[in-house]
């Protein structure tokens, strides 16, 4: 009886042993499922937020780069355009007097452009009278020039090259006795007849077509007659728009022909000044053109 007693209780220690590790191994099992669940989960949701933060960081850097490809460029281009140098004009009892300082008040060294270191354009507001001077040194970055200038308002144009300086031609007001302190609209009509005759010398315009941001040739016929030599060259064209504004100074192609090339970027009206040399005069002919 008591031998059978213990072979009872062993058989149910035996199984209740193995139901215990049973028990245990279908534990661990589902605990370590669990666990490479939850870890791929986080794996997942990592490489998730690390790639979208990848994608951001790339989006912001292009954004960054957009900006920082146009800006500079357009910060440069602003840069390039400005000028470091400063004129200054006036006008005293038949003497033009022109102050030329840098942005540290001192006299920039002017290279010689076209036999002379300084071309002064002078216009009357309304685009009628046209002088060109060639002013003299007087020292400290003062220039001076004797002319007799009507009473009238004028934009003056200080045509320079400044060594290793950047420098813009810009128009300057500048109002002789009681000239208008406020410019009048000018009234300028584009010409249907491109052949002006002045002392009695004739000169014709003719152009390839005139439109913006292309090369534009400006053929001037002198009608046989070579003009003489001028500033080094067979002629010199001056541009202004109808405003006044935007001044263009253009020298022949060659030393032998009186052609010219330029580009406009603006559509509008523009009044073209030619200047040749005849028996020792220069005349300078005046042609209002239109550019489409």
Request: hydrophobic share 30%; net charge negative; aromatic share 8%.
């Amino acid at each position: 009886m008591k031998q059978k007693n213990m072979l009872t209780w062993a058989i149910s220690a035996i199984v209740y042993l193995g139901l215990v590790i049973g028990g245990y191994t279908v534990y661990t099992s589902l605990g370590s499922n669990n666990d490479h669940t939850d870890t791929h989960a986080s794996k997942t949701n990592g490489n998730e937020e690390k790639e979208s933060i990848n994608e951001q960081a790339h989006n912001d850097n292009h954004t960054s780069q957009s900006s920082d490809g146009e800006d500079p460029e357009h910060s440069d281009h602003e840069a390039h355009s400005e000028s470091e140098v400063v004129t200054n004009v006036k006008y005293e009892e038949g003497l033009i007097i022109i102050d030329v300082k840098d942005k540290d008040q001192n006299s920039p060294e002017l290279e010689i452009s076209h036999e002379k270191i300084m071309h002064l354009i002078i216009v009357s507001a309304d685009l009628e009278d046209y002088y060109h001077v060639h002013p003299e040194e007087k020292g400290n970055g003062m220039y001076t020039q004797k002319f007799d200038l009507p009473e009238n308002s004028y934009k003056v144009f200080v045509d320079i090259k400044p060594k290793n300086l950047a420098y813009q031609v810009s128009p300057i007001e500048l109002h002789v006795e009681k000239g208008h302190d406020e410019h009048e609209e000018n009234s300028l009509k584009v010409d249907i007849n491109l052949t002006k005759t002045i002392n009695e010398k004739t000169v014709e315009l003719t152009t390839t077509e005139l439109g913006i941001n292309k090369d534009i040739t400006l053929s001037f016929d002198t009608k046989g007659i070579t003009p003489e030599p001028y500033l080094g060259a067979l002629g010199h064209v001056v541009i202004l728009d109808d405003k006044g504004e935007k001044f263009v100074h253009v020298h022949p192609t060659s030393e032998e022909k009186t052609v010219f090339e330029t580009k406009f970027d603006k559509p509008g009206i523009y009044k073209v000044w030619g200047e040749f040399k005849f028996d020792g005069k220069v005349n300078s002919y005046p042609f209002v053109i239109k550019v489409k």
